[in-house]
């Protein structure tokens, strides 16, 4: 008595302007997170990289815990001797140098000095 019945409207369209409507929006909050975040990260770990690479030999730097020291040696492409105080040097990761302070000068070749 007091229940209605109920009937189904007919679809109308097919319902492809609905799936647009809602890929759209997630397709602009892909772009923004591109252009906001991954791609300046990108840059600072290509510039970070190329930081790491060009540390030699009298170079100031600033390892990820807070030390200061110079570069007394590179000893491979991977590690450094680092002077943090007299007569004290430690060995440290390119990949711990977060800062290149100064630079150093460049090691003279033995070949032009002869």
């Known amino acids: 008595m007091f229940i209605s019945t109920a009937y189904a409207q007919g679809a109308g369209g097919g319902g492809g302007g609905d799936l647009l409507g809602m890929l759209l929006p997630l397709v602009m909050i892909m772009a923004v ?6 791609r300046p990260q990108q840059k600072r770990v290509k510039e970070h990289q190329q930081l790491i690479s060009n540390v ?5 730097v600033v ?4 030390v200061v020291g110079k570069v007394a040696k590179v000893v491979d492409d991977a590690e450094v001797d680092v002077d943090i105080a007299e007569n004290v040097r430690v060995r440290f990761l390119k990949a711990a140098i977060t800062e290149v302070r100064t630079k150093g ?4 070749d033995a070949a032009k000095s002869k």
């Open 105 to 108: 000068e460049p090691v003279k």
């Open 63 to 66: 390892t990820s815990g807070g």
């Open 33 to 38: 997170f591109w252009f906001l975040l991954i």
């Open 56 to 60: 030699r030999r009298g170079d100031t």
